[in-house]
């Protein structure tokens, strides 16, 4: 009898020993479980690692900065084309397709009707359908013939049948000194008037800012647009649903 129990304890001992080691190993994690699992499935397969997920902007304050500075000077440029385009269209083309004349009133002879700065629209009108009371643009037969924009007071006829005006400012107390000799068939009468406007058309008829307008305008669009295109933002992400890559097999 003593001879069998000193046999069977040490085997106890040892499966003692091993069930210990067992219970003290480390908790294995869910993913390497994933792994083991695969693994086990396929022993040949090789378990691509996910790639680390793209670095974003915490604030996206610089891109939205740069974008909005890209349309202000788009903006800047398309108002400048449209601006000279108006402009261009106004002066030059206007007159010659639909006959009118600008002029821009530098006193105050007229007012409250016409302002310094506004400008006057004209359009050519017989001298034989002229009346009193109507505004004409004329030259003045007197000291540098200087052009006068007044309102006719009174029409005579002269010797040799042609027709003499005498005219005055609304704002002036009196009459114009002089009665001036209609010339030609036709006279400028008014027909509009465009508020605060004279004074900007003089500064845009000026060389440098009309050269500004002309080529300064292309440039800026050009610079909004190239910007616009630099600054767009790339493709931020595929789209969920693509593939994923496929494990490769080790056969």
Known sequence: ????????????????????????AAPVSEADTAVTSASATRPNAVVIPPEPAAATTVS?????????????????GVGMLVLAAVVFLFLAIGPRVFGYQTSTMLTGSMAPLINPGD?????????ADIKVGDVITYHIPVEDQRV???????????????????????????IDPWIATLQGKTVDKQIATIPYVGNAIRTLREPIVMNTLM??????????????????????????????PQAASGE
Do not use: C, F
Request: no cysteine; net charge positive; aromatic share 2%.
């Open 1 to 24: 009898m003593s001879t069998i129990t000193s046999i069977n304890e040490p085997a106890v001992q040892v499966r003692r020993s091993a069930a210990q080691a067992i219970e003290t």
């Open 60 to 76: 996206g304050k610089p891109s939205a900065l740069r974008r909005v500075a890209g349309k202000v000077v788009k903006g800047i």
């Open 119 to 127: 400008v006057v629209v004209t359009v050519p009108t017989p001298v």
């Open 148 to 174: 006068e924009t007044h309102r006719i007071t009174e029409i005579t006829t002269t010797a040799d049948g042609g027709v003499a005006v005498q005219t005055k400012g609304d704002a002036n107390n009196g």
């Open 215 to 244: 080529y300064g305008a292309p440039a800026i669009l050009v610079i909004g647009m190239l910007a616009s295109i630099w600054t767009k933002e790339p493709t931020k992400s595929a789209p969920e649903d693509a593939a994923a």
